[in-house]
T-cell receptor, first 113, second 116 residues
Framework: KAGVTQTPRYLIKTRGQQVTLSCSPISGHRSVSWYQQTPGQGLQFLFEYFSETQRNKGNFPGRFSGRQFSNSRSEMNVSTLELGDSALYLC????????????FGPGTRLTVL | DQQVKQNSPSLSVQEGRISILNCDYTNSMFDYFLWYKKYPAEGPTFLISISSIKDKNEDGRFTVFLNKSAKHLSLHIVPSQPGDSAVYFCAASAQYSGTSYGKLTFGQGTILTVHP
């Protein structure tokens, strides 16, 4: 089975721009979660989508949004980028026999200049 | 409020010896715990997990112990190998609900270095 894939792997944007990141989960998995990793805050939960509906949301501003499509692929959007949004954005999929296990993609490294 | 804590930022171990990584949590609602291994600029790799109904789970060289009364879990790696050198994160979640797998709350990570 192919793992979780994320595109693009690297992205450079300037303040004020917006960005869209994409995630394809493991085949058959219906849950996709997004996490942000920064040196100061560690790994923090952004949101979870399950069957095209947002099920959980972390403590991030409304500039961070997402969606999930009928094939379970997910996109995350960040509008009006700030310098502090520079981070590694990770996508995780879940839905196997071990229900609570989440499997991560390689991440998208976003740099905001 | 850090609900999952890994109090040791780093651990150095000799090849062949045991590595013990520790994790404490405060939220009583957590009932599933996971360990991940991570290299820089890559996504975390799942290692092993344990449900709160168990106190031990083994998978090859990796064993996770859970002490619910102390709200403490540990990961034992025996024997340690240089390839185990990485950052190790513990994570906790609440029970899968049927329409949500829940969010993972991560500790800050422990850098493990295994010397040849």
């Amino acid at each position: 089975k192919a793992g979780v894939t994320q595109t693009p792997r690297y992205l450079i944007k300037t303040r004020g721009q917006q960005v869209t990141l994409s995630c394809s989960p493991i085949s058959g998995h219906r849950s996709v979660s997004w996490y942000q990793q920064t040196p100061g805050q560690g790994l923090q939960f952004l949101f979870e989508y399950f069957s095209e509906t947002q099920r959980n949301k972390g403590n991030f501003p409304g500039r961070f949004s997402g969606r999930q499509f009928s094939n379970s692929r997910s996109e995350m959007n960040v509008s009006t980028l700030e310098l502090g949004d520079s981070a590694l954005y990770l996508c995780a999929s879940a839905g196997g026999l071990a229900a609570n296990e989440q499997f991560f993609g390689p991440g998208t490294r976003l740099t905001v200049l | 409020d850090q609900q999952v804590k890994q109090n040791s930022p780093s651990l150095s171990v000799q090849e062949g010896r045991i590595s013990i990584l520790n994790c404490d949590y405060t939220n009583s609602m957590f009932d599933y715990f996971l360990w991940y291994k991570k290299y820089p600029a890559e996504g975390p790799t799942f290692l092993i997990s344990i449900s709160s109904i168990k106190d031990k789970n083994e998978d090859g060289r990796f064993t996770v112990f859970l002490n619910k009364s102390a709200k403490h879990l540990s990961l034992h790696i025996v024997p340690s190998q240089p390839g185990d050198s990485a950052v190790y994160f513990c994570a906790a979640s609440a029970q899968y609900s049927g329409t949500s797998y829940g969010k993972l709350t991560f500790g800050q990570g422990t850098i493990l270095t295994v010397h040849p």
